[in-house]
């Protein structure tokens, strides 16, 4: 069985599972990504629209090796248990979550990781500035809150570049003026944590 990031071997005793959402919209899956096919910027940039919307619209889980895990933000005890449970029972698990991921919050994403890297933003992808459809709400509020939480700010390259407007109340706001809780970002006006890029 092969990691599918990185392609290497897995040992079946350290494995993990996660969903498409939770790979795409982790920058740190992009930066390992841009990582591993270093010496190509160019082609990595004319392509990446392509493999955007083909990583975000993978249909299974993702089974991983622990040398990328170990890059990934996610719950590492619980992707262990996904795939443990693989392994014994011969089935993929029933993951909340799994399907396609929002093309457009993956993209984002991976423009973010493309700045932090490259130290400039991709020319190949423009984020949409319309409200539909929503690009990431709680999954992009929960990776904002994270990157200010650990103070990492090439976590989530540039924040103060993205503008967000509430879905509730209509607020504007910096992505980094938003209030910080301890489930994520929120609406400083209504306590909203659904989000759209302005």
């Not at 990504?33 to 910027?41: C, P, R, S, T």
């Not at 248990?81 to 457009?104: C, E, H």
């Amino acid at each position: 069985m092969k990691c599918d990031i990185c392609s290497s071997e897995i040992n079946p005793r350290r494995g993990y599972i996660l969903t498409t959402k939770q790979v795409v919209s982790d920058p740190d899956y992009w930066k390992r990504v841009f990582q591993l096919m270093a010496g190509f910027e160019d082609q990595i940039e004319n392509g990446l629209p392509g493999f955007v919307q083909q990583m975000a619209g993978s249909e299974s889980d993702w089974v991983i090796c622990k040398d990328c895990m170990s890059s990934l933000s996610s719950d590492k005890n619980k992707a262990r248990k996904y795939f443990q449970d693989y392994q014994r029972y011969g089935k993929r698990p029933s993951i909340p979550g799994s399907g396609p991921a929002l093309v457009d919050q993956a993209a984002l994403v991976a423009s973010g990781a493309f700045q932090a890297v490259y130290g400039r933003k991709p020319g190949s992808i423009t984020v949409e500035s319309n409200d539909d459809p929503i690009i990431g709400s709680i999954e992009f509020s929960q990776a904002i809150a994270d990157a200010l939480r650990t103070g990492d700010k090439d976590k989530f390259a540039r924040m103060a570049d993205y503008r967000v407007k509430c879905r509730d109340c209509g607020a504007v706001m910096p992505a980094v003026e938003t209030k910080l809780a301890p489930d994520g970002m929120k609406c400083p006006r209504c306590g909203s944590q659904w989000f759209v890029i302005k």
